[in-house]
């Protein structure tokens, strides 16, 4: 934030559910832990319980990389779409993804504002490249055990075929794959704060970012179902479904002891539309709860 810079935390809004296959899932994991004459690659899975899960960090990335594509960034009063400007890879194998340079110009960006930025080069003045925390927390996807019965294989081998364009030689790879129907529990916590970079704290501006930003993360839940999560999505693997049973906002009151300071849905199951119509209320809350933060 920078000298001078302030940060209240006003609280925190909980999307929590199931994330259900609807096909085949390949996250990859360590292929040392395999025995030879196993698979090729091997699905990602707890140390612990040897349960396969869903790492936060690949959740995060794909909804990042969806924002990526239709997310914007007010610039100078000028909304404009994002660039890929920054190599995450190596020299020989890029891997462009797109990331604010400072965080004042995070603050305005559709994506770095909810997924994070790492400065750029700083100025002299240390005045620019400015990282911009990441608001948004993605907790591991464990395997809820009850989804799958004792009897069940979790994962399969499947054998993968790519075919040389030239030779027109197989090369057959054994892809492990945890089967659908299987259900992992998702928890995704965004932070609501009233930020300034210059002292004085106001949340009117906030709450309509704060409102896009919970608009945009259903929107790339959305976008994700009819995509895929993990590798293979092309070849049919990784089609999910999110099943809602929390999308409730809870004040920083809340976490003070204060009784009935959350907002939202807590009951039965529901999918992205109906979190949708949530929002609005979601908001209202916030702001009130904003003020008496501010004031208190
Ligand atoms: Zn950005």
Redesign the pocket.
Same mark, same amino acid.
């Given at each position: 934030m920078g000298e001078n810079g302030k940060k209240l935390l006003i609280g925190k809004v909980f999307l929590k559910g199931d994330i259900l296959l609807k096909t085949g899932l390949h996250i990859g994991g360590s292929k040392e832990s395999m025995q030879i004459g196993g698979v090729d690659l091997p699905v990602i899975r707890d140390s612990g319980s040897s349960l396969p899960y869903i790492p936060g960090s690949s959740l995060k990335g794909k909804l990042r990389s969806i924002l990526e594509k239709f997310g914007k960034?007010t610039t100078n009063g000028k909304e404009e779409t994002?660039s890929f400007n920054r190599n995450i890879g190596t020299r020989k194998d890029n891997i462009f993804i797109? =990331? =604010?340079d400072d965080a004042r110009?995070?603050i305005q =960006?559709e994506? =770095?504002r909810i997924f994070g930025?790492s400065g750029g080069d700083m100025d002299e003045r240390r005045t620019k490249g400015e990282n911009m925390p990441a608001i948004l927390f993605v907790r591991d996807s464990l395997l809820k055990e009850d989804s799958v019965s004792e009897s069940t294989v979790l994962a399969e081998v499947k054998i993968e075929n790519g075919i040389d364009r030239i030779s027109a030689a197989a090369n057959p790879r054994r892809v492990e794959r945890v089967l659908p129907g299987a259900k992992f529990g998702f928890e995704l916590v965004y932070d609501v704060e009233a930020l300034s970079f210059t002292g004085s704290v106001t949340p009117g501006l906030q709450k309509a970012l704060i409102e896009k930003d919970l608009k945009n993360l259903l929107t790339c839940m959305g976008i994700l179902e009819a995509e895929a999560l993990g590798g293979y999505g092309s070849r049919g693997y990784g089609k999910v479904e999110f099943k809602f049973s929390e999308f409730v906002a809870k004040s920083i009151a809340h976490f003070l002891g204060s009784a009935n300071k959350t907002k939202g849905k807590t009951d039965g199951e529901f999918g992205i539309p109906e979190a949708r119509t949530e929002v609005e209320e979601i908001i209202k809350f916030l702001e009130l709860e904003a003020k008496s933060a501010i004031s208190r």
């Open positions: 960034r994002l797109h =990331c =604010c110009l995070a =960006c994506v =770095c930025s």
